[in-house]
């Protein structure tokens, strides 16, 4: 079994600590609160899915605090050199790319998601 090195179990208990206590809280938009998510399947026989809005967005969040997380580890990981975490940080720029489309969601427009920028 590996032993914890100091900095890892202080990590570790940061992310309990702001995942217990929901510090990292993070408004969603006024006008889809109390709203649902309807997945509406092509088939008009088949069932549609419905989820509260703010569940959804809760989910959206912790995957945006868990790509932070991994970024962290990945800047401080002592095996990888420089070009190969920045290879990883493009992964998780690009993942951040993709989850743009759900900054409608958010209140406030410094808590949106921002992937690549364009190059003028």
């Keep these: 079994m590996d032993i914890l090195?100091?900095?890892?179990l202080r990590e570790i208990l940061r992310e309990i600590v702001r995942e217990?206590?929901?510090l990292d809280y993070i408004p969603m938009g006024?006008?889809?609160?109390?709203?649902?998510l309807i997945l509406q399947p092509r088939d008009k026989g088949l069932q549609a899915k419905e989820i509260p809005i703010d569940a959804f967005f809760h989910k959206i969040c912790m995957v945006?605090?868990?790509?932070?997380v991994l970024e962290?580890?990945?800047?401080?990981?002592?095996k990888l050199d420089e070009a190969e975490k920045?290879?990883?940080q493009q992964y998780i720029t690009r993942c951040y790319g993709s989850l743009t489309s759900f900054n409608?969601?958010?209140r406030d427009r410094e808590d949106w998601f921002v992937g690549e920028k364009s190059k003028d």
């Design 30 to 36: 006024d006008r889809w609160l109390g709203g649902k």
């Design 104 to 106: 409608a969601l958010f």
């Design 86 to 88: 920045i290879d990883l």
């Design 20 to 22: 217990e206590l929901d």
């Design 72 to 78: 962290q580890k990945i800047n401080n990981h002592p």
């Design 5 to 8: 090195s100091q900095e890892q």
């Design 64 to 68: 945006r605090e868990r790509l932070r």
